[in-house]
């Protein structure tokens, strides 16, 4: 592509690009500024930059958004940046055209339809309910952003892989903790980096996931589980229209997506939510009447 062709900016220095100034605005909490200078210093709202070894250009504002939400699969292709797509290799978000419409209708008719949905209510439920009694209920003060990371964690855990056991939450938590930091980092897989933890964090939960994955396999060849007990048990018995089977790796690999795919956006929701609801006292009264929490002084 010609100079001329390319939107205002740099790429900054050779790999590294501007991927240190991008960390040091993240580090201060305000990652956004970032943008900000790089908009206001070119004066354009499409500006080209290279993060984390890859080259790129930011589109900002409602008509950037515009153009990509409805030009994806036309003028756009969608694109994860190389940490993300190495751990978690082989899930069907990186797959394109037939490969990856095969895979998303094996995933979600074993789990994303009304029939199933509507299982997961009085689960859900049962979940929140027993979240809030052990980290809020009688609390004087609740720290939400804190104490909310598990809960986002614990549903899908027992929802798609029926994973109730405390002790191997905490663990996978810990992990996927490490994972999410790993992903922010340089890609650099040498021992001392973030993304060399990543990694590490990675392969540590795929071991975990592996010894689940099999003890199910075992529990459903001695008939003691179901097929659609989860996502998981499905694709364990299920192959999809071709008549193929996923490997173990690409199994566990999905898990490990719909973990991360979930995690920061509903933990980001209900901190939201409840940061809204703390400024509202009438919401707030009609909230301490349901009756699961008493009233608690809430920290962000």
């Excluded at 109730?164 to 001392?192: C, D, M, T």
């Amino acid at each position: 592509m010609a100079c001329r062709n390319l939107p205002p900016g740099t790429f900054g220095w050779p790999f590294l690009g501007e991927t240190v100034e991008f960390i040091r605005a993240k580090s201060e909490g305000c990652a956004d500024k970032f943008v900000k200078d790089r908009v206001e210093r070119y004066g354009s709202t499409v500006f080209r930059t290279s993060l984390f070894g890859e080259p790129m250009a930011f589109l900002c504002g409602p008509a950037g958004n515009k153009f990509l939400f409805s030009n994806e699969g036309k003028k756009v292709a969608h694109w994860f940046p190389a940490p993300l797509r190495w751990m978690l290799e082989g899930s069907f978000i990186f797959m394109c055209g037939d490969e990856a419409r095969v895979r998303k209708k094996l995933l979600t008719a074993s789990f994303f339809n009304t029939e199933s949905l509507m299982k997961c209510v009085p689960i859900m439920d049962e979940i929140t309910r027993g979240y809030l009694k052990t980290h809020w209920e009688g609390k004087e003060e609740v720290q939400v952003c804190t104490s909310i990371k598990r809960y986002p964690f614990e549903v899908p855990c027992r929802l798609f892989m029926s994973i109730v056991e405390p002790e191997l939450i905490s663990r996978l938590l810990f992990q996927f903790n490490i994972f999410i930091k790993g992903l922010a980092g340089f890609p650099l897989n040498i021992p001392g980096t973030q993304f060399h933890r990543g990694m590490r964090a990675v392969n540590i939960i795929k071991r975990e996931l592996r010894v689940v994955l099999r003890q199910r396999r075992a529990e459903l060849a001695r008939k003691v589980t179901y097929p659609t007990q989860d996502i998981l048990s499905y694709l364990l018995v299920n192959a999809d229209e071709s008549g193929k089977f996923i490997t173990e790796a690409d199994i566990i690999s999905e898990m490990l997506t719909l973990l991360f795919a979930g995690h920061d956006t509903s933990s980001s929701t209900i901190s939201l939510l409840i940061k809204y609801l703390s400024g509202s006292p009438e919401s707030m009264r009609k909230f301490f009447r349901v009756g699961w929490l008493s009233s608690a002084q809430l920290s962000f």
